[in-house]
């Protein structure tokens, strides 16, 4: 199997790092991808894949990180872009990510006063377009994060796609609808499905109409613990839970285990062009 999307580069799993990747394996996980959040987690991410076999990086900045270039004047569009152009000539970074547009007025975030105003918006697409031509100019695939924002997010998309993206890109914990779904049909992206399929109604409804070809799995680990882990608290998530989506996905869908873990992987590995 195949994680997607799980931010060991982040501090929760600071201490225990190689016992987490080591479970993952146990489990059956033979691939990861570690998604930066801003320039810092990038360089921290292309500095622990280096450690493990079948584990790769991802370099970006997420929206919600753009934040800091409200509050701090230092830092500019073009100063953080080239930060991250850096890290892309890193044999093992194989996409930027995870970049995109949030509208989500979040309560608990390193922020103070964090709101999505104008300006903060403005920025946050700057930097989505930016670092969209980055990964066609280095021939990079793409992690795309959408949250709340799905109009402006499908108008910069097609405003900068390019057929190189075809196959290459995913649409990260997608939301579950029927236009994004539609775009991504038409396009070859693919949709990434995290453990909050396991207690939600509505994402449950929304993969099983999703072409099994165009389907990868991820946990976003430390964040979205599938149940009965929820249930339990046992926080955090960890790339080891891939397999509980796998399983919950094959129930839901009437499909063999097999079958949904062969595909998915196969699928990833085309997104990130491992092969
Ligand atoms: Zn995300
Ligand atoms: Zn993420």
Known sequence: MFDTHCHLNFKAFKKNLTDVVD??????????????????TSKRGVEIVQNFEGVYAAVGIHPHHVYKLVKNEELTVKSEVEKIRSLLSHPKVVAVGEIGLDKHAYENTVYQEYQVDSRFLDLQKELFKKQIELAVNFKKSLILHNREAKDDFLQILREKWTSHLEFRTVFHCCEPDEELLAEAKKHHIFIGVDGDVTFSK?????????????LVLETDSPFLLPEPLKTQKKYPNEPANVAIICKFISQLRGEDIDKIQKITTVNAKRLFSLY
């Open 23 to 40: 479970r993952a394996f146990d489990a059956g996980i033979k691939n990861i991808i570690v998604p930066g959040t801003d320039v810092k």
């Open 202 to 214: 509505s994402k449950q409804e929304f993969i099983k109409k999703v072409p099994l070809e165009m």
